[in-house]
């Protein structure tokens, strides 16, 4: 009996030490030997050949690192689907001290690590600036740049950003972890006959060419990378998109005055009940997209509210039901809470979701029941 117990326990601590060298060597995670602080992120959209928004886009990454480390040989971060076309490395005083050739950079498709390997090791302390040119592409289902649709008497195209967990890498290689934040700001390149908007204030445009313009928008608070977000389209904003709007299909306009109302008054009472006003948490904009076909009910990126159709656009006799009233409410209270639960206290890794979705859990129905809309 003893000696049987004996081997099963043995047995079951060399499945443990397996099970523990192997989650080890399993290398998913990113070593916290080089931080990113600054994403300067540039995405222009190719013009389809009608004129309107094509399936891919070139980016431009220039990211801002350090180590604190004196052995710092490469860099590891993470890409899936982007095809780079450069990569260089500057130092602190912005001059060029590698040009890495793309074939020397090392990738493992299954675990989406591309590796930068350098001829020399990092200093420690020093900003160094790591830069990419490459190609992405726009899909229509999943995550990542999606594209889809609405119809009046013709298609109209609209582009989201879906990147939680871990699909930033699909629009630049980052360092797609919640724990490694950093600011980001973006310029977004987009044919004339459409809008964009993104996490953060539109601060300028430039004219690139005929048909094509570039937003350059604000630097964003210290966020995780899968915050960033942006929506191309011919929406109309019912209030100021560089404050505070509620983003539709033109036709839909006449039927966000509710989710307007409810946002406006959930939005106060929340600066109410936390000693930390919304503004103070880093950004000065809180808008809401819709989405026609959006895969999840919603997505709490920071400053741009990305919420399904259904639920912020109340249309007369079809959708603007008590039920559908209250899930509207619930909906928005619970995508604000996450501006505190989530954007600006983060989880270090994903096993503490919990922590995220309980707290906006538990305030969207308090909140709710506060304003009380009628
Ligand atoms: C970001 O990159 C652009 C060039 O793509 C450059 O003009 C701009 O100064 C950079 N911004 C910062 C804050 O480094
Ligand atoms: C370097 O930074 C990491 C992550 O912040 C930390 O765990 C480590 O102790 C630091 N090492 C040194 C030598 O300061
Ligand atoms: C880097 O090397 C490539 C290939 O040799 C070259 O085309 C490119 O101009 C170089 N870039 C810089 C900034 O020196
Ligand atoms: C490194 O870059 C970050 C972000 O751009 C900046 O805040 C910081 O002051 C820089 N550090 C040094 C030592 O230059
Ligand atoms: C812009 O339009 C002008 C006049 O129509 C034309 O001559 C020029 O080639 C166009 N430029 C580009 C980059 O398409
Ligand atoms: C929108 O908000 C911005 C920033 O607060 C402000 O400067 C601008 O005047 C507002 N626009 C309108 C039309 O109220
Ligand atoms: C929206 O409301 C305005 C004013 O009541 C009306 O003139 C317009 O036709 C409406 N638009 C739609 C698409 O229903
Ligand atoms: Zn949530």
Not at 186 to 193: A, D, K, M, N, Y
Not at 199 to 212: A, F, Q, V, W, Y
């Amino acid at each position: 009996m003893k000696g049987s117990v004996l081997r099963l326990q043995l047995l079951i601590a060399a499945i443990l030490v397996t099970l523990i060298a192997r989650n080890e060597s399993d290398g998913y995670r990113l070593r916290r030997s080089v931080l990113p602080s600054f994403y300067n992120l540039t995405i222009n959209i190719q013009a389809s050949r009608n004129g309107g928004l094509g399936y891919s886009f070139i980016g431009e990454v220039a990211i801002t690192l350090q180590t604190n480390q004196s052995d710092v040989y490469e860099i590891t971060l993470h890409k899936n689907s982007l095809d780079i076309s450069s990569c260089l490395v500057y130092n602190k005083d912005r001059i060029l001290c590698q040009n890495v050739t793309i074939t020397s950079l090392k990738y493992d498709q299954e675990t989406h690590l591309l590796t930068v390997p350098l001829l020399e090791a990092l200093t420690a302390n020093e900003n160094y600036t790591l830069y990419f040119k490459y190609t992405g592409y726009v899909k229509s289902r999943g995550q990542g740049v999606l594209s889809e649709f609405y119809k009046t008497d013709k298609y109209h195209s609209v582009y989201i950003t879906q990147l939680e967990p871990v699909y930033a890498r699909l629009v630049f290689p980052c360092f797609d972890e919640p724990a490694f934040k950093a600011k980001f700001q973006l310029r977004l390149g987009r044919p004339s006959e459409y809008n964009a908007v993104s996490n953060t204030r539109l601060i300028g445009t430039t004219k690139k060419g005929n048909n094509s313009y570039v937003d350059h928008f604000d630097v964003t608070p210290i966020m995780s990378t899968y915050q960033l977000a942006f929506v191309i389209s011919k929406y109309q904003a019912r209030g100021n998109r560089s404050e505070f709007a509620i983003l539709s299909a033109p036709e839909n306009y006449n039927y966000t005055e509710f989710s307007f109302n409810v946002a406006e008054r959930v939005i106060d009472a929340y600066n109410k009940v936390f000693d930390m006003p919304y503004k103070n948490l880093g950004n000065e904009v809180l808008l809401f997209a819709t989405s026609g076909w959006f895969d999840d009910n919603a997505m709490d990126n920071w400053g741009l509210i990305i919420l399904s159709e259904k639920i912020l656009v109340q249309k007369p006799g079809y959708t603007d039901g008590h039920t559908n009233k209250e899930i509207t409410c619930l909906n928005i209270a619970h995508e604000i809470a996450h501006m505190w639960f989530g954007n600006s206290v983060t989880l270090s890794w994903w096993s503490h979701y919990w922590l995220n979705e309980g707290f906006a859990r538990f305030y969207e129905i308090f909140l709710t029941h506060q304003v009380n809309v009628k």
